[in-house]
């Protein structure tokens, strides 16, 4: 009877310990915590990261129009240290992933906009300059691009130009974002000094 009474002391002891034992709670709760701890704090990595980079998109953007704008005439050399501004605008991040467009806009007496010269440039790995390329299909010349203008600078017989800069955006973690995303900007000015901003020649008189 004394051995059937230890047993049982001993049974309700070792229950009180198992259920004031509270490790295995706190490894449970560690568990369900980490996955969502982690997602938090790449995913805050990730979208920091892009949101730095879109403002340097933006800052590019506008300062390939800003330059060009100020410019009398300009020649293949002139628009690639125009574009080679990048370069110091996007580091620290990886400038061979940046696109840039520049073009001369001419809105005609009917308020009809066409392109009158446009450029493009990418970065090679490791350059210290810009090369120049040829320009989206959507931004060659004589390409007429009304609708991409907005209403209150679609001024008759007036010159525009506009930049596009863009950078594809691949996070290097992914543990969010699992693909790379394009950030993209654009930008409108008008010649600042004269009438339009001659390219090579082009347009020969404004």
């Given at each position: 009877?004394?051995?059937?009474?230890?047993?049982?002391?001993?049974?309700?002891?070792?229950?009180?310990?198992?259920?004031?034992?509270?490790?295995?709670?706190?490894?449970?709760?560690?568990?369900?915590?980490?996955?969502?701890?982690?997602?938090?704090?790449f995913g805050t990595v990730e979208f920091s990261?892009?949101?730095?980079?879109?403002?340097?998109?933006?800052?590019?953007?506008?300062?390939?129009?800003?330059?060009?704008?100020?410019?009398?005439?300009?020649?293949?050399?002139?628009?690639?240290?125009?574009?080679?501004?990048?370069?110091?605008?996007?580091?620290?991040?990886?400038?061979?992933?940046?696109?840039?467009?520049?073009?001369?806009?001419?809105?005609?007496?009917?308020?009809?906009?066409?392109?009158?010269?446009?450029?493009?440039?990418?970065?090679?790995?490791?350059?210290?300059?810009?090369?120049?390329?040829?320009?989206?299909?959507?931004?060659?010349?004589?390409?007429?691009?009304?609708?991409?203008?907005?209403?209150?600078?679609?001024?008759?017989?007036?010159?525009?130009?506009?930049?596009?800069?863009s950078y594809l955006y691949t996070p290097s973690?992914?543990?969010?974002?699992?693909?790379?995303?394009?950030?993209?900007?654009?930008?409108?000015?008008?010649?600042?000094?004269?009438?339009?901003?001659?390219?090579?020649?082009?347009?020969?008189?404004?």
């Amino acid at each position: 009877m004394q051995a059937i009474a230890n047993i049982w002391r001993n049974a309700r002891s070792s229950v009180r310990d198992f259920v004031a034992d509270r490790r295995a709670i706190a490894a449970t709760e560690f568990a369900v915590i980490v996955p969502l701890m982690l997602v938090m704090f790449f995913g805050t990595v990730e979208f920091s990261s892009a949101v730095a980079i879109d403002r340097k998109v933006t800052m590019i953007a506008r300062t390939l129009s800003d330059l060009t704008s100020q410019s009398t005439t300009l020649a293949d050399s002139d628009m690639q240290d125009t574009f080679t501004a990048s370069i110091s605008i996007i580091m620290p991040y990886d400038a061979t992933l940046v696109n840039g467009t520049v073009v001369q806009i001419y809105i005609n007496s009917s308020s009809v906009a066409k392109i009158q010269w446009s450029k493009s440039a990418t970065i090679a790995n490791g350059a210290t300059q810009a090369t120049l390329a040829a320009p989206p299909t959507a931004l060659a010349a004589g390409t007429t691009v009304t609708s991409m203008i907005p209403s209150a600078l679609l001024i008759p017989s007036t010159y525009l130009i506009f930049s596009q800069a863009s950078y594809l955006y691949t996070p290097s973690v992914k543990f969010v974002l699992k693909s790379g995303i394009t950030l993209s900007d654009v930008s409108y000015t008008r010649p600042r000094q004269v009438t339009c901003v001659p390219y090579n020649g082009v347009p020969s008189s404004c």
